[in-house]
């Protein structure tokens, strides 16, 4: 199983490498991805050159089922994020998959 890569985990990454406190990570960490958070939420697009990009779409209203009851419910319109790697980090998974098929 792959191990998760939480805020923390960014954060101890940070702290040595760029050789500052964890609570400064911490918070450059935070400051990071609320930046980003805050450009969703005004509707921008959110590019990271070689890692992708991040925008946000209207899904429409729609009739969705009640998975207990089997109920029909009305499912409301909404925003939603939409992620979209770059063609770096596609290539880059794409051969790290092919790398571990290899190894078998």
């Known amino acids: 199983m792959a ?3 939480t805020r923390d985990v960014l954060a101890e990454k940070l702290a040595q490498r760029a050789e500052i406190t964890m609570s400064a ?9 609320d930046t980003i958070s805050g450009a969703l939420e005004k509707g921008d697009e959110v590019r990271i050159h070689g890692f992708g990009s ?9 009739m969705g089922r009640n998975p207990r009851t089997g109920e029909a ?10 992620f979209a790697a770059s063609t ?17």
């Open 3 to 5: 191990n998760v890569v």
């Open 25 to 33: 990570a911490r918070d450059e960490v935070r400051w990071f991805f």
């Open 54 to 62: 991040f925008k946000t779409a209207q899904r429409a209203a729609r």
């Open 73 to 82: 419910v009305s499912v409301p319109a909404r925003r939603v994020v939409r």
């Open 88 to 104: 770096t980090l596609s290539s880059a998974l794409k051969n790290a998959r092919g790398a571990k098929r290899g190894s078998r």
